[in-house]
């Protein structure tokens, strides 16, 4: 059974950082690109951090550039993403997300975490 389980949001501070974690099983998540999407009330779900299956790549979205880092712990299953100098604009669910390398149609989603930024 894929499981995607997202966990370490919360409510901080702006400014403040959090790290959030996607622990997985059910899959071999070495052969997996993994994803961190985030969503906000009333807007569409964006693409936050990607990282190549192998870890040699990786790439975060414009709006979180210098914030954000994304990686990997194939060791563990796990997909982190290091959110930093965090803004009230950073507030939404975020979501991790696995592509097969190869086949892309091997799709899953984990459940969302909700980040809140807020003093």
């Known amino acids: 059974q894929v499981q995607l389980v997202e966990s370490g949001g919360g409510l901080v501070q702006p400014g403040g950082s959090l790290r959030l974690s996607c622990a997985t099983s059910?899959?071999?998540?070495?052969?997996?690109?993994m994803r961190w999407y985030r969503q906000a009330p009333g807007k569409e779900r964006e693409l936050v951090a990607t990282i190549t299956n192998d870890g040699g790549r990786t790439s975060v979205a414009d709006f979180v550039k210098g914030r954000f880092t994304i990686s990997r712990d194939d060791a563990k299953s796990t997909v982190y993403l290091q959110m930093s100098s965090l803004k009230p604009e950073d507030t939404a669910s975020y979501y991790c997300?696995?592509?097969?390398?190869?086949?892309?149609?091997?799709?899953?989603w984990g459940q969302g975490t909700q980040v809140t930024v807020s003093s």
């Open positions: 997300y696995a592509e097969n390398s190869w086949i892309s149609s091997y799709q899953y």
């Open positions: 059910g899959f071999m998540f070495s052969s997996y690109h």
